[in-house]
């Protein structure tokens, strides 16, 4: 038992080679960029093939206008910080994709799609750059690998687990590994997942700010988010993403220092 927890401490420790450019901490970062981002621009290229990607619109072009302005918005900062090069392995591909599904995601390497149920919910060109931020943001922190890596340490810990208690009667061994489930899973994976969520939010209303966007917005689409739920949500322990009520407060508390950084940028007035 002392070998597996010595093992696990040595994975743990050697996972945590990357830094976060917004934070400075370190990270996990167990599987390579150079191994996810073939993989993350392979299964995007797939998803548009077997979806309807909307072309040509006015929609379709913001969404792009959009991205593009908080791609921008992202290299200034990080060049402003020190991490001139840091997009570099980055393929920018912002697309609409028709479905009703409320939703818009980011994947490793910038592949971004919006699905046209979110748009109402939007609103405006402001509203769609608070959810590109905060997509946006989900892969300049490296959130994708870190998951992946928590992932593997987390398969490893009960592997770990089960030879630990391999010696015992079934009764305990079925105790105890429902146990560990339920503890990896609301005590340490979601949270690890919130937490993800609230950087994003907070990385992703200071890109939109100095982009040009107005980031009072972010806390007024998150309440046209509450509505639209109609309080259906589960409660926050038990999911990936903080509550809308948290995450109102969150956005409406950083929005002033989101435009003070976006004056260091010349930004003093927002759409």
């Known amino acids: 038992m002392r070998k597996i927890l010595a093992s696990l401490s040595i994975l743990l420790l050697m996972s945590c080679g990357a830094t976060n450019p917004f934070t400075g901490k370190k990270t996990l970062s167990l599987v390579p960029n150079s191994q996810i ?36 918005a992202s290299e200034r900062y990080l060049n402003a ?20 599904t409320v939703n818009a995601w980011c994947m490793p390497g910038g592949k971004i799609v919006f699905y046209t ?17 905060h997509e946006v943001a989900h892969a300049l922190a490296n959130h994708g690998q870190q998951r992946m890596s928590a992932g593997k340490i987390q398969q490893v810990a009960g592997a770990a687990t089960a030879v630990a208690i391999s010696g015992k009667d079934q009764q305990t061994q079925q105790i105890v ?5 339920l503890g990896s899973q609301f005590g340490v994976m979601l949270p690890f997942s919130r937490s993800h969520e609230t950087e994003a939010d907070e990385i992703g209303i200071l890109l939109m700010a100095i982009a040009g966007y107005n980031p009072d917005e972010a806390a007024e689409l998150w309440k046209r988010m509450k509505t639209n739920s109609g309080g259906q949500a589960p409660p926050e322990f038990m999911s990936t993403h903080p509550s809308s009520d948290t995450r109102i407060a969150n956005l409406t508390a950083w929005a002033p220092g989101a435009k003070a950084e976006a004056k260091k940028f010349g930004v003093t007035t927002f759409k």
Do not use: C, H
Not at 57 to 65: C, G, H, L, N, V
Not at 81 to 100: F, P, S
Not at 117 to 131: D, F, M, Q, R, S
């Open 81 to 100: 910080r020190g991490y001139a090069g840091y997009l570099k392995d980055y393929r920018w591909e912002y697309n609409l994709v028709q479905d009703e």
């Open 117 to 133: 149920g979110i748009l109402p919910i939007a609103k405006t060109e402001t509203g769609i750059a608070a959810i590109m931020g």
């Open 37 to 72: 981002l073939p993989m993350a621009f392979q299964q995007y290229n797939q998803f548009l093939g077997e979806n309807k990607v909307v072309k040509g619109t006015s929609d379709a072009e913001m969404i792009k206008r959009v991205g593009q302005k908080i791609a921008k």
């Open 177 to 181: 590994g429902t146990a560990f489930g």
